[in-house]
């Protein structure tokens, strides 16, 4: 896995006089999102065998016909499940996220595929606090640290998220920083 796509110590750049950039690619969390597709398509695929297994015997008589739709009732949910992860593990690896905090707000992107799916932004007077979180979904159990997010909690009490699988608590409060006073200079 190259250096370039995980995301392990700074995303942030200060791009002008009291602005903050951060981007978060694409592929960032693959030792997470493998794992889970292959787990989804295990799990989607046995069943999804057996009840194509058992199709022929479909039309042999009602007897049958009962059974089959019996047991695949039973086994349907597993397919859908395993797909559920799939498709989850696919937007974990194809999602970015763009973030630009300046003294007026906060305003994030996020894109799937490359194409736009979301913008929010979020004025600085409305931010409350910035606060951590330690997502599971995106911890790797042979992964060297923690991966945090960050979220902006408002005064209606929304949460956006402004940062995402920053490696570490030392590359996170650096993060967080930037993020609570881009005016800062590093």
């Excluded at 479909?58 to 992860?85: D, Y």
């Excluded at 490359?114 to 330690?134: F, H, K, N, T």
């Excluded at 960050?150 to 009490?157: F, K, N, P, Q, V």
Aim: charge should be positive.
């Amino acid at each position: 896995m190259g250096e370039g796509r995980e995301v392990r110590e700074d995303p942030a750049r200060l791009t002008g006089p009291g602005v903050v950039e951060l981007y978060f690619p694409p592929l960032r969390s693959s030792a997470a999102a493998l794992p889970l597709a292959l787990f989804g398509a295990i799990a989607a695929g046995v069943p999804g065998a057996v009840i194509a297994s058992l199709l022929p015997s479909l039309v042999a008589n009602a007897g049958s016909l009962l059974a089959t739709v019996l047991i695949a009732s039973f086994v349907l949910p597993f397919v859908v499940f395993g797909a559920i992860l799939v498709v989850i593990a696919i937007y974990m690896l194809a999602n970015a996220l763009h973030v630009r905090a300046d003294a007026s707000g906060i305003e994030t992107t996020r894109l799937v595929f490359g194409a736009i799916v979301r913008r929010r932004r979020v004025a600085r007077s409305d931010i409350q606090s910035i606060e951590p979180q330690l997502p599971a979904r995106y911890q790797s159990l042979f992964g060297t640290g923690a991966a945090y997010h960050l979220y902006a909690r408002t005064a209606d009490g929304r949460r956006v998220v402004v940062a995402e699988t920053i490696r570490g608590e030392e590359a996170m409060e650096r993060v967080k920083a930037l993020i609570e006073n881009p005016g800062r200079s590093e």
